[in-house]
Structures are given as structure tokens and as C-alpha cells.
């Protein structure tokens, strides 16, 4: 399997993470919190709930689906569960633009409400655990796409880079001695998510989120020095996954926040397009970026990089008419060329459990939307 092209009309996909039901949610905030559960239920309930999400995704007629990152209380703090060495707890700075307006971070916190995941930090030699969770994740995911008789899903996994920003280094001598020692033990899970016939999708919003966040103190230049190792590492740890099986995902922060801070595309782009994906999904309805197409399509232009451009805004419940989904597909499609172009979602739904900010049943008629405006530009295209 690899990334397919539009060639035929232009195919759908978004970002990975879907909303997850209230059963699904308590399991997880338990195991979050260290509490008893029986791990065999647990199992039954997480194969249920990719089922059914797989199915809704089917229905609505996405493409190229996930699992919904269902049984992850997060996108990037999952890997603590899995791996050895973290531990503590880590309260991070306020987002650069978010601490310029104190009064609407105070309104976005009460919003969103308290964050349900923890955040912890890199406290000893990082080295995997006696934990079966990815193989569980990979089976429940072939038996959905199997029972719907769906020929194409990706999952997500976090990029070293991600990690380390969402779980500071307290131990290792040095930024890249962590990173590296991340990119260790997130090899096995590339490679196993590729053997396992499915898409891998390495999310990297530390090659620009982590700008205003993480790494806000630094200039533009060291901030991309920063960025190129990461590319590196990331890149080593790619080493036996072939180019053509992976996608990428790059954002600014999946949240409703000024982001009149957010690193321009123009300066990390060609950092961006070293990463050894074919594809690469990127944030285009954020109205902080949406102006951007025109800097993929020159720089892409000439390259065989599929792009699969945020149709949708994930941190709204404006549902998207099918034509501005149109009229944006048609933008990319006439600068890169329509085969090259996958119609896509800024961020997820779901990222951190706890943390929904679009009504379930909304983001379903969102996705609908996606499918729906993808006709429209398809019926004018080709």
C-alpha cells in the first residue's frame, strides 16, 4: 500500500483523531489516573468503538480513514504508556500568542475546560515497556477495515520531535541525546504500523507549533537549527520504512487562539519537505494560514509531494459549505496539479481526551461537508 493520487476524482482523508464516546472516554481517564480496570473489557470496548468509527467514516464516504486514534488519551502523551522513563509532572508555558491576551486565555481555559491528560517529563533511560497496547491498536483496526471492506487507513504516531515537546527532557545530557533516544523506541512503531499493511501518518507540529510554544524564547535560525535535527532524527528513524508509505502532519496548535505568532510557512517549508513522507497535511482553512496555498504551490510545484490541505477548521463549529470546500480544493489542484491534491482536515477532532471543543455530531457533518464539496470540485476538475 501506498499514498494514493487523485486520479480519478479527488479522494478525501483528515487528520487522524475522531471524537470518542463516553464509554471509551472513562476507560481511558482511568488508565490515565492509575486506576483498576479490566484490561480484557478494555480491549473489547476500544475494538468496538474503531469498528464503529470506521464504519461512520465509511458511511460519509472519507477515502483514506483511521482508527480514530480511539485507545490514545492523546496524540502526543500516549507514548508514556507505552515506553519507560517518564514520569513527574510539567506545566508548560503559556503559547506566546495566548500570553499577549490574558484575558481571552482565561476565556479559552474555561472553554475548554481542565486538561484530563497528563503531562509529564523524561525522567529516566527511555526503553520500552511490557505493553501490548499497539498491537491491540493494529488488530483492531485490520478487523474494522477488513469488516467494511475499506482498501486503505493510515495511523498516526508521534514524531520524536512532538514528543520531546510535550514531555521535556529532565535526564538525558543534551535536546538531541533525547530525541534520539525517543526516535529508538518510535522506530518499532513505524515499522510495525507499515508491516502491518497500513499508512503510517508521523504527526510533527513541533516543526511549527513548537515555535510559539515550546522553543518561543529562540530566534527564527535556531529554532530552525532545532527543526533540522528533528527532521534528521526523524528521518534515521524512517530508515526501513519506505517513502511512499508514510504521510506527515504539520500544524500551528489545534486550538482557537489569536496564533498572530504562528511561524510563516515560507520560512520552515523547505525544512518541512526534507521529512521522508510522500504526503504531507497542513493547515489551509485557518484563517492564520489559509493564504499559504500560494507558498505550497510554487514550492511544490515541481515536485511529486502529494498535499493534503485542511479543508475544515477543527477548532469551530461553523460547518463549511460543500462549495468553499470546493473553491479551496480548486486553488491547490490548479497550482500543484488535481492528481496531487487530497482533500484533508486542518487537525483532528479528538486530540487530547477531555479536550473536545466540536460537538461530535458536528464534526461528522463537517467531514460530510469534506466529502461533499470534494464532489463538487471533482465534477469540475476532471
Known sequence: MSVKRSDERILTTH?????????????????????????????????EAVQDVVSLQAAIGIDVVS????????YATYIKDRNEGFGGDFTPKPHKDLAKYPGYREMLAKMRGPNLFRRTCCVG?????????????????????DNEGVTEGFMNAASPGVVAAFQP???????????????RVMQREYEAIVEAGFLLQVDCPDLAMSRHTGFQD?????????AELHVAVLNEALANVPRERVRMHLCWGNYAGPHDFDIPVETIIDTVLKVKAQAIAFEAAN????HEWTVWGKRCADTDTILM?????????????????????????????????????????????????????VAYEKLRSLVDGAKRASARLY
Open 15 to 47: 487528520v487522524g483523531s475522531l471524537p470518542r464516546s463516553q464509554k471509551v472516554c472513562d476507560y481511558l481517564l482511568k488508565k490515565e489516573r492509575g486506576e483498576d480496570f479490566d484490561r480484557q473489557d478494555f480491549n473489547a470496548v476500544m475494538a
Open 67 to 74: 482508527d480514530g486514534e480511539t485507545a490514545k488519551i492523546g
Open 125 to 145: 533511560p527511555i526503553a520500552p515497556k511490557d505493553d501490548d497496547s499497539l498491537e491491540q491498536d493494529i488488530a483492531h483496526f485490520r478487523a474494522a477495515l
Open 169 to 183: 527532557n529532565r535526564y538525558y545530557d543534551t535536546h538531541e541525546d533525547y530525541i534520539r533516544a525517543v526516535a
Open 218 to 226: 529562540l530566534s527564527d535560525r535556531e529554532f530552525l537549527d532545532q
Open 287 to 290: 484563517p492564520r494560514h489559509e
Open 309 to 361: 490541505p485542511g479543508m475544515l477548521d477543527t477548532t469551530s463549529n461553523t460547518i463549511e459549505h460543500p462549495e468553499l470546500v470546493a473553491q479551496r480544493i480548486e486553488r491547490f489542484a490548479n497550482a500543484v496539479g488535481k492528481e496531487r491534491v487530497i482533500a484533508s482536515t486542518d487537525c483532528g477532532f479528538g486530540t487530547f481526551v477531555g479536550s473536545v471543543v466540536v460537538d461530535p455530531d
